[in-house]
């Protein structure tokens, strides 16, 4: 279990310690599953990358379950090649940017890929559950689409909300992807806080020659984490969550907490960040 620190004990911690806290790198590898649990809502972060074989969604020792979706939900999202997940028997196709809400008593998990010399990269993001719902897939044509920001602003995005209150449902899980326009850079700026749920950002769709700077912090004592392809970035409720870009970029937001509601956030004035 990762702890996270208290926002005193961030003020005074050193690029290094920063990473070492709210930064997960190196969350994709080839030909195997990867679970890393955090104590932010106790979610649990992971990534599945099958090759020819298909990989089974393994069961924690720290969970004390018999099988991982006992009293939990999951939340996978393909940022790679075209891919399978299959749920009890149930196969669902889920190209790139496709998602799928895994619901609570589903007890055999498993990923393959279509194609391996172009792998799916297949994220996780898992929450307790405490009510069942529907196993479901959503694409992007599916989303609820939200067109924000401007090219003056640098800003100018497209939010497509996969699991929330208004569209494909689950107990806690809140998710979805957020992509720039070509010549944005900036997002989730004007920046916000929600200290009735945690989030967790996915950056993809990156190159390898670029980066962004994704803000983190209080509002008055900001901090900046360098963060690349297959990065998350890990945000307390009291942390903002905002960055910029050396080029266009994707992103997948997924919170979870007490409160499912999208726009329930704290707006912090362009005046207040230092």
Excluded at 80 to 99: I, K, M, N, P, R
Excluded at 139 to 168: C, F, M, W
């Amino acid at each position: 279990m990762r702890y996270l620190p208290t926002a005193a004990a961030a003020r005074r911690m050193d690029t290094t310690e920063l990473r070492d806290h709210f930064l997960v790198a190196n969350l994709f590898a080839v030909g195997t599953i990867v679970l890393e649990p955090i104590d932010l809502d106790r979610a649990i972060l992971g990534s599945a990358v099958p090759l020819t074989d298909a990989l089974s969604l393994p069961t924690p020792p720290l969970l004390r379950a018999d099988y991982f979706c006992e009293r939990r939900e999951l939340g996978v999202l393909n940022v790679g090649g075209a891919g399978t997940v299959t749920v009890d028997g149930t196969s669902y196709a889920l190209a790139a940017h496709d998602a799928l809400y895994v619901g609570q008593g589903s007890r055999d998990v498993s990923f393959a890929s279509h194609d391996a010399a172009t792998p799916a990269r297949f994220y996780l993001i898992s929450y307790p559950a405490h009510q069942a719902y529907p196993t479901s897939r959503i694409t992007p044509a599916d989303a609820d689409v939200l067109e924000l920001g401007s090219q003056e602003q640098a800003n100018k995005r497209q939010v497509r909300r996969y699991i929330h209150l208004k569209g494909v449902r689950s107990a806690q899980l809140v998710m979805g992807v957020t992509v720039l326009a070509p010549g944005s850079v900036w997002n989730t700026m004007p920046a916000h806080i929600h200290d009735r749920r945690s989030e967790v950002y996915l950056y993809f769709d990156l190159p390898s020659d670029a980066v962004v700077m994704h803000l983190m912090g209080e509002p008055t004592e900001t901090r900046s984490l360098v963060v690349r392809d297959g990065n998350v970035a890990l945000s307390p409720g009291w942390s903002v969550h905002s960055g910029c870009g050396t080029r266009a970029y994707s992103f997948c937001w997924a919170m979870g907490g007490e409160n499912q509601d999208y726009a329930d956030m704290d707006p912090v004035s362009m005046e207040t960040l230092r």
